[in-house]
C-alpha cells in the first residue's frame, strides 16, 4: 500500500515536471524546458565538437492581429504557428516559446548557413501556410535572426547576437532572416 502510493506520488511528479518545462498554449517547450534540453546540447556540442546554430524568430505585426481579431484569433495563430514550426524542424532540432510571440530554435550540427537555409525555407513555406479564424484569412510572417553558437560560447551570447540580427531584420523591412556572424 505504502509502496503504490509512493509509486503514484513519483509519477504525479515526474508529470508535473514535465507540466513545467511546456507552454501550455503552443506545447512547445517553455524558457526552462528549453535550457534544459540546451544544456544537455552544450554538454554534446563540446564532447563532439560539433557547431550549433542558435534562431530567434518573432511573429511581424502579431499585436495588429490580436488589435484586429482578439486575443483568442491571437492564440490561435500561436498555436497554430507553433505545430507549423514543429513540422518545419529535424527531430534533433530544439524549439520552443521564448516569450510573447517570439519563438527560439537551436540546431545542433548546423553552421549559420545551414541555420540561414532553415529558416527562409521557413518564411517561405509560411507564406504559403494558410490559417483561417471565424473564416478570416489570417497571414503572418515572420523576422528570423540567427548567429552561430561557438564553442565556449554562452547561450546568453548567442541570444544576444541572434536578437541582433532579429532587430536588423525588423527594422529592414520584417519578413526576412538576418545571420550575424
Do not use: C
Amino acid at each position: 500500500m505504502v509502496k503504490e502510493r509512493t509509486r503514484e506520488l513519483e509519477d504525479q511528479a515526474r508529470k508535473l515536471d514535465a507540466l513545467s518545462r511546456r507552454d501550455p498554449l503552443t506545447g512547445l517547450y517553455n524558457r526552462r524546458g528549453f535550457l534544459k534540453r540546451f544544456s544537455h546540447e552544450t554538454v554534446r556540442q563540446r564532447r563532439h565538437k560539433e557547431t550549433m546554430t542558435v534562431i530567434l524568430a518573432d511573429i511581424d505585426d502579431f499585436k495588429k492581429i490580436n488589435d484586429t481579431l482578439g486575443h483568442d484569433a491571437g492564440d490561435y495563430v500561436l498555436e497554430t504557428l507553433a505545430q507549423f514550426l514543429g513540422r518545419q524542424v529535424r527531430e534533433q532540432d530544439i524549439l520552443g516559446r521564448w516569450g510573447g510571440e517570439e519563438f527560439i530554435f537551436l540546431l545542433p550540427e548546423t553552421d549559420a548557413r545551414g541555420g540561414t537555409v532553415l529558416a527562409e525555407r521557413i518564411r517561405r513555406n509560411l507564406a504559403r501556410e494558410k490559417f483561417i479564424w471565424k473564416d478570416e484569412p489570417v497571414r503572418p510572417s515572420m523576422t528570423f535572426g540567427l548567429a552561430p553558437l561557438l564553442h565556449g560560447q554562452s547561450l546568453d551570447e548567442a541570444v544576444a547576437n541572434a536578437d541582433k540580427a532579429l532587430y536588423r531584420g525588423k527594422t529592414s523591412g520584417k519578413n526576412r532572416v538576418e545571420t550575424l556572424m
